[in-house]
């Protein structure tokens, strides 16, 4: 038998209505807080992320699903959505109209990662960009939105880690200081992260290994290095989030697995999803659009995996709780007489018409059998038509929510199952 490539799902029902359900709630959020939908190819150059998320970070390194077309082009299936969102932005002249822009996405990344529960090779992630504000305040509502989407799933007890990693100005002298350090202990780090040393220091902030997470515990940290633009952002932020009332934990070790950030990040964290407890992350990328040609432009934003959403929802305080069921079933039996089969038909379309889920047994089984269907099929009512009903007129509704059956006069069925559905009949 074949299988589906290892760290790939198959989003099946029920399941597939719990996804329809929450990104239902992520669209209605991003209507709320006035993002605008952008849709980006599955693919990109391959140079986009080298050039933005950078060479020395894992993701780049390791994670990419990376080929050449027929005609030799070098092409990667998106890991993260922030580069193609600012290489679409500058391409197609948004930064040439009103500004801000905010844009939100939703569909697949890749990324070639150790599956395990939370993780996958294959994931969905919606995230949101705000483009062409540099001020603090964008983030306060970026991570104001992060934290009502944890809100609205009952995730009691998140966390909001947020940390600030200056900007190339304060960096460059940060850099010197945080190598000194690091050159003065070069045996107790992995062979990895004496590599970051040499092209992206910092990055070793970013390393899992327990040994290299101990002996950064006394590094320089970056924001005692801030330049003036630098500490007042961070300052605003923090001042903002505290008169809103949102409680976070600054760790100066957060920098995120990105090379375009700057200045603010920050994570969202669930710990009982365990191991993949971030839920959300972002930042803010004020060089990114200047990195792809264009001319000086701030972003700031984040994104979520929808599994890991979904995981996190199913222990949460709110469970999503989608309509599984169907208005009516349409039963009617296989008698052989033309007329009963033309009225099923003429009633099953007359519902669908009138925007009724229904749904009726194209196996045509004995009726004991179609109630079973109806009943697997979660029909909150079932319309019964047999020789009985065609010869006296009418049509036997069953509600299979409170157990009455009533006889409707065929003409008027369809106004009563509309008025049932509705809730008026019961
Ligand atoms: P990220 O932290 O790499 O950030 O991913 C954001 C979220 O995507 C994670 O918190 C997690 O929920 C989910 N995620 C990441 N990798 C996987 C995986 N292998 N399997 C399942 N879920 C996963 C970014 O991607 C940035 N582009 C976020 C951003 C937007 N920053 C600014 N704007």
Redesign the pocket.
């Given at each position: 038998m074949l299988r589906a490539p290892r760290g790939t799902n198959d989003i099946l029902p029920p399941e597939s209505h719990k996804w329809a359900c929450l990104e239902l709630l992520l669209r209605r959020l991003s209507k709320i807080y006035s993002f605008e939908e952008i849709r980006t190819p599955i693919f990109e150059y391959t140079e986009l992320f080298s050039r933005t998320v950078g060479e020395s970070t894992d993701i780049v390194r390791k994670e990419m699903y990376t080929f050449r077309d027929k005609g030799g082009r070098e092409l990667t299936l998106r890991p993260?959505?922030?580069a193609p969102v600012a290489r679409a932005f500058l391409e197609r002249g948004l930064d040439r109209g009103a500004l801000p822009k905010k844009l939100f996405y939703l569909g697949p990344?890749f990324?070639y990662?150790k599956p395990q529960a939370?993780?996958?090779?294959e994931?969905v992630?919606y995230?949101v960009?705000i483009l062409g504000s540099p001020s603090a305040y964008s983030d306060v509502e970026v991570i104001l939105l992060a934290v009502r989407i944890a809100e609205e799933l009952g995730l009691m007890g998140t966390t909001l880690y947020i940390n600030t990693i200056g900007c190339p100005k304060c960096r460059r002298v940060h850099r010197e200081d945080f190598v000194k350090h690091i050159s003065g202990r070069v045996g107790e780090f992995c062979p990895d992260c004496l590599e970051r040393l040499d092209r992206n220091p910092l990055r070793i902030l970013d390393c899992k290994n327990d040994a290299c997470r101990r002996a950064t515990a006394d590094v320089p940290l970056i924001r005692d290095y801030l330049c003036d633009d630098c500490r007042e952002h961070w300052v605003t932020l923090q001042d903002s989030l505290r008169s809103l009332g949102l409680e976070y934990t600054v760790d100066p070790t957060l920098v995120?697995?990105?090379d375009y950030y700057t200045k603010t990040v920050f994570?969202l964290k669930w710990p009982p999803l365990g191991a993949?407890d971030?839920?959300?992350?972002?930042?803010r990328?004020d060089g990114l659009i200047e990195e792809l040609g264009g001319k000086p432009c701030p972003g700031?934003?984040?994104?979520?995996?929808v599994?890991?959403?979904l995981l996190a929802a199913e222990k949460g305080d709110k469970p999503l709780a989608p309509d599984v069921s169907i208005d009516c079933f349409v039963l009617f039996p296989d008698t052989g007489d033309k007329r009963v089969t033309e009225a099923g038909f003429g009633l099953l379309n007359d519902l669908r018409c009138s925007g009724l889920s229904s749904d009726f047994d194209p196996l045509r089984r004995s009726m004991k059998a179609q109630m079973k269907h109806a009943d697997r099929l979660k029909a909150k009512y079932v319309a019964i038509i047999g020789e009985e009903e065609i010869e006296q007129g009418f049509i036997t509704i069953r509600s299979m929510e409170h157990g009455w059956q009533k006889q409707v006069p065929a003409g008027s069925v369809l106004d009563f199952m509309k008025e049932a559905v509705s809730g008026g009949t019961d």
């Open positions: 993260e959505g922030t990344m990324r990662e939370g993780r996958y090779r994931f992630q995230g960009e995120r697995g990105f994570e993949q971030a839920i959300i992350g972002g930042g990328y700031m934003g984040f994104a979520v995996g599994e890991r959403l």
